[in-house]
């Protein structure tokens, strides 16, 4: 993988917890090169250490909400036996600035909280276990992303613009509503919540109602952002077996083939408008597998079309099963990928239910951890008629 291919820390935060997470690294104590088997204890585990994070998140918030009601409890009662102190009408600023203090101790403790939890659950499940340090890095800024809900980059890979098809006035009113749904909905809910209990309630007791209300907050945030990492952290796992059903040992490939099973994960990323790190992996998982040169690929439905039908049966079937693949890897299955899957069914010939791959993308994202059997189940459902794989037998990274 070159330089270029590499997409490094893009800010500080990526770049502090991808030191953090070197760190980490430095100081386990197990083998890299020991084997992970998933089986329902190594399940058990990966969700008891979900369960303590989100336990933590929970807590954070609580305790946010709590030190919050004691300082605006205490100016109170402060300025309501010194009505004349000359900070009295600056009550509302000086509460406003206890909850800044307290709101960025709080963030501080979630950002730790989430680095070490995603770190834990990648050890625990193998996922860290990358054939060089360039891939292992990506990895891991990959589930910094995710904890701290931050975007994928959508700098140009390979060639592949994910942004090809997106209107920029969109994409625009998107990234506001991204920086501002966390912000809004933390101020809408405790603004909610006083006033609700204020009309009913002495003011103290008001406010430290904002306490459970910040902790369920903190809960559902930090449990939404733990389902992207176990995503991306099945990635590896997901991404080689798909590869290994899809193209069999005994299926050869000419350049026109290759470049069509590059083209379909490129149009996967055009049409998600997004290269989610595990479609990146597929990517170049493939890239390190075939000769042909990544400028042969293109991004472009209409050109990935008219290069399907210059395929044989067998190649196309690979094509298809990498393209589904590639659109459900991030669990998502928007509008515009199910009109890329009817257009590329329509051309190929091949029959798979639209319904049944949308149902597979939620399996992928709300199941939870699978094994490798359940995941060969899932796979078998991107493989067209007439299979050109085998499930794997073996459960081993």
């Known amino acids: 993988m070159s330089d ?24 386990r104590a ?25 336990m933590w998140a929970s807590i954070y ?5 709590i030190f919050c009601a004691l300082g605006a ?7 309501e036996s010194q009505p004349g102190h000359w900070l009295a ?3 509302w600023a000086l509460a406003i600035g206890i909850s800044v203090v307290v709101t960025v101790i709080e963030l501080i403790g979630l950002y730790r909280l989430s680095l070490n939890t995603a770190f834990r659950l990648a050890i625990a499940s193998g996922a860290d276990r990358w054939p060089d340090a360039a891939q292992r890095q990506d990895f891991y800024l990959s589930l910094i992303r995710s904890g701290l809900e931050l975007p994928n980059p959508n700098t140009a890979v390979m060639g592949i613009d994910p942004l090809r098809e997106a209107s920029r006035w969109r994409l625009v009113a998107r990234a506001l509503l991204y920086k501002l749904k966390r912000s809004a909905t933390n101020i809408l809910a405790k603004a909610i919540a006083r006033r609700v209990v204020g009309r009913s309630a002495v003011r103290g007791l008001a406010e430290f109602v904002a306490a459970p209300v910040f902790a369920v907050w903190n809960a559902v945030i930090f449990r939404w952002a733990l389902r992207e990492a176990r995503l991306r952290a099945m990635s590896a796992r ?11 040992e005994t299926l050869e490939l000419d350049e026109d083939a290759q470049a ?13 408008r997004d290269l989610h790190p595990n479609r990146l992996h597929l990517l170049r998982t493939l890239a390190g597998r075939f000769t042909v040169a990544a400028h042969r690929l293109t991004d472009e439905r209409v050109s990935f079309l008219a290069r399907l039908r210059g395929l044989d049966r067998r190649s196309r079937q690979a094509v298809v099963a990498l393209l589904v693949g590639g659109v459900i890897i991030d669990g998502r299955i928007s509008r515009r990928d199910r009109q890329l899957l009817a257009a590329v069914f329509a ?10 791959i949308r149902q597979l993308g939620m399996r992928l994202r709300v199941e939870g951890w699978m094994t490798d059997a359940h995941i060969d189940e899932a796979i078998s459902s991107c493989i067209p008629s007439g299979e050109v794989g085998r499930p794997l037998d073996e459960e081993v990274i």
């Not at 590499?6 to 430095?26: I, K």
Request: with cysteine.
């Open 4 to 27: 270029a291919e590499n997409q490094g820390p893009s800010g500080f935060t990526e770049r502090l917890g991808l030191r953090y997470f070197l760190r980490l690294e430095a100081r």
């Open 347 to 356: 051309e190929t010939g091949e029959t798979i239910e639209l319904a049944d």
């Open 30 to 54: 197990c083998n890299p090169d020991d084997p992970v088997i998933i089986d329902e204890e190594v399940i058990a585990h990966l969700q008891r250490v979900e369960r303590r994070g989100v």
């Open 260 to 272: 069509a099973c590059l083209s379909a994960v490129a149009v996967a990323a055009v049409s998600a």
């Open 73 to 79: 409890v205490w100016l109170g009662g402060l300025f």
């Open 238 to 248: 997901y991404v080689d077996r798909l590869v290994s059903r899809a193209l069999p």
């Open 61 to 65: 918030g609580a305790a946010s909400g």
């Open 89 to 91: 009408p600056y009550e």
